[in-house]
């Protein structure tokens, strides 16, 4: 550069506060600047590649769209050059000068929002040309646009007060960026280290880049290609390189849309789910990229929580590259985005359950507890992501599972609910005196026997509008059924349950006659905003003091021997009858899951054999 001819420009203040954050504040994420130069040639060559569509007269319009970076070690510069517009002087001034576009604009106001503690800021966000001074303490642009007029020119700063233009005889059509690196900086010399950075965030570029003269990212952007281009071994390669996954993909989505947002996106579902292996909670695995340049490896703001086993790529245009994360956080555009993608894998997921029901099943097994969660917590996609829910039912055969859509079309004629009962095995709920009433009516009940099933339960409370209801609980409507043999009367009944509360007192909310009973002579039924025999073992587990009265609604068999027994003894024997009163209700609570305290239970147990055998 000959300094006769170099003229001498200040920087708008504007830049010159920003420069000064940049050069002085900065402790984390320098790296980041070669991806905002690797970037912005990018730009500049694909904005070359739509002038030529319209434009004749390109200045040197066979060089090849490439990136060029080469490091010097001893020199301790760096160099990234591009083929792509170039910058006439005017537009060196105007862009690399003031403080007119939009990214570094939003930068400074959020500095002024922080109270003006940039420090942890700046490596979030994208500063565009000038994070070069984070690492450079001078920069050199040489300079040649496309226009015919355009001038071989160089642009340097030390990133201080100012810059000057002079010429650049023989510069070629593009930008070359020089970076003399600061002491500290002097890894951005070296070749592995820069190899390693344009791994991690330019990988997918679309234009190839070469590091001192051997081509670095090999990987395609798959996700912004044809589905019919892809073959599954290509697939299966980019799950495995670009996800960082040692196992198989189980399935994927792989969709592009232009409303109401411009995406493409690649997701892949494993096969393995390492937190049911043991291993910690799985980190976000779906990365954000725009425009093939990676934004964020793992936003976890995009997708709701339950999806973090899915890996891929979600690619945006409509992103700007220099978001930053607090911005994502309250990002409409980010959930939107989010949404479209959530429901986009949802209804993938549907499709694939329909197409392969053995195959979902499969995979269902081992990842269950996402879906679970996402009813639990995902309100916007819980009607949705119900519809995934897999189980065994008193209709399937052990071992065979169904989901609500299925439990659905075979409700009875008349059948306004989704019964259900939770148990630890298929074994112990079909041993369930609950369940006898809604078999012998033919009703189907779904078994869940899951921990977490009971949390799930009560945060979908219906599907398809039908209410989920226990089969424990009381007040659940059944139609009368013809009842065979002998029964006792109305007025029997009514002034045995009138004995039985009596005896029973505060034990019990209220006695009944009820529908439900075929072999048991009486059942407890919990009120429906009870809780669960197995909510009260988590309560206890958790906080020894936890007592919770039970309080049962207690239904009796009329037609039961026992009962019509205990009917006449409550009047010939009265004293036996209030033994065997007590003893009903303890055996209904054993047979509930719900009794405390056996003591009294065993010696009235004695009491009574002692009777059975005459005293
Ligand atoms: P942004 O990319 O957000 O606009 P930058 O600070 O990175 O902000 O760049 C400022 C401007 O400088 C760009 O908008 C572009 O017009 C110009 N520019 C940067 N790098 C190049 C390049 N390699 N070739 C041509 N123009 C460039």
């Known amino acids: 550069m000959s300094t006769s001819t170099a003229e001498k420009h200040t920087f ?21 600047f070669l991806r905002e130069l690797i970037s912005n040639a990018s730009d500049a060559m694909e904005k070359l590649r739509h002038l030529e569509a319209t434009e004749k007269n390109i200045h040197q319009a066979d060089l090849p769209l490439e990136i060029h970076i080469t490091t010097d070690e001893e020199g301790k510069t760096l160099t990234i050059a591009d083929h792509g517009i170039g910058m006439t002087h005017d537009e060196l001034v105007e862009n690399l000068g003031t403080i007119a576009h939009s990214g570094t604009k939003a930068f400074l106001k959020a500095v002024k929002e ?94 190839p880049i070469l590091l001192n003269g051997k081509r670095v990212n090999e990987v395609e952007a798959l996700w912004l290609k044809n589905k019919s281009e892809v073959s599954d071994e290509q697939y299966k390669a980019f799950y495995q390189f670009a996800c960082k996954a040692w196992d198989e993909p189980s399935y994927r989505l792989h969709f592009s849309a232009d409303a109401p947002l411009a995406i493409n996106a690649l997701l892949f579902s494993p096969s393995e789910n390492p937190e049911r292996m ?66 986009r894998v949802i209804k993938m997921f549907e499709k694939e359950a329909e197409a392969d029901p053995e195959k979902f099943r499969g995979f269902y097994r081992k990842f269950d507890r996402f879906f679970k969660e996402g009813v639990a917590t995902d309100y916007a996609n819980r009607e949705a992501l119900a519809k995934l829910l897999r189980f065994e039912t008193s209709l399937t055969e052990a071992g065979s599972v169904c989901g609500f859509t299925d439990y659905v079309s075979r ?31 033919g009703l189907e009940v779904v078994y869940f026997n899951d921990a977490v099933d009971e949390y799930v339960v009560d945060a979908l409370g219906t599907f398809d509008g039908k209410k989920l209801v226990s089969v424990r609980h009381a007040g659940v409507e059944l139609e009368d059924q013809a009842a065979e043999g002998d029964s006792l009367s109305e007025g029997e009944t009514k002034a045995l349950c009138e004995f039985l509360k009596n005896e029973l007192g505060e034990r019990v909310v209220s006695v009944s006659s009820g529908k439900r009973l075929v072999e048991n002579p009486v059942i407890a039924l919990v009120p429906a905003d009870g809780m669960s ?30 009962i019509r027994k205990l009917a006449q003894a409550k009047d010939s024997n009265p004293e036996l009858a209030k033994l065997v009163s007590l003893q009903l209700l303890d055996n209904a609570l054993i047979a509930a899951g719900l009794l405390e305290d056996a003591r009294d239970t065993v010696s009235r147990m004695n009491a009574l054999m002692q009777k059975a055998m005459g005293d």
């Open 12 to 32: 708008q203040a504007e830049i010159q506060q920003l420069l000064d954050l940049v050069v002085h504040s900065l402790y984390t994420d320098k790296e980041i």
């Open 114 to 207: 922080s109270g003006g503690s940039p420090s942890n800021m700046i490596g979030q966000f994208g500063v565009g040309f000038y994070s070069a001074f984070m690492v450079a303490d001078k920069v050199s642009v040489h300079s040649r646009s496309w226009r015919a007029d355009g001038g071989e020119l160089v642009w340097t700063s030390d990133g201080m007060s100012g810059y000057e233009i002079a010429d650049s005889p023989g510069q070629q059509r593009g930008a070359k960026i020089v970076m003399h690196l600061k002491e500290d900086c002097a890894e951005y010399a070296t070749e592995s280290r820069v190899k390693h950075l344009i791994e991690t965030y330019s990988n997918f570029v679309g234009f």
């Open 278 to 343: 043991g291993f910690n909670k799985t980190e976000c695995g779906v990365a954000l990229y725009s425009r093939k340049v990676l934004i964020d490896p793992a936003p976890k703001e995009l997708l709701p929580d339950w999806m973090r086993f899915m890996k891929g790529v979600v690619d945006s245009a409509d992103i700007p590259l220099n978001i930053s994360r607090e911005t994502m956080q309250d990002s409409a555009l980010i959930r939107k985005l989010g949404g479209v993608i959530s429901k």
């Open 411 to 441: 409700m009875k004629d008349g059948q306004e609910s989704i019964y259900y009962l939770v148990g630890s095995t298929r074994e112990q709920i079909e041993s369930s005196p609950y369940l006898e009433a809604f078999k012998s009516r």
């Open 533 to 562: 025999p197995q909510m009260r073992q988590m309560m206890k587990a958790m906080d020894e003091n936890f007592k919770d009265e039970v309080k049962v609604e207690l239904e009796i068999n009329p037609r039961h021997a026992l």
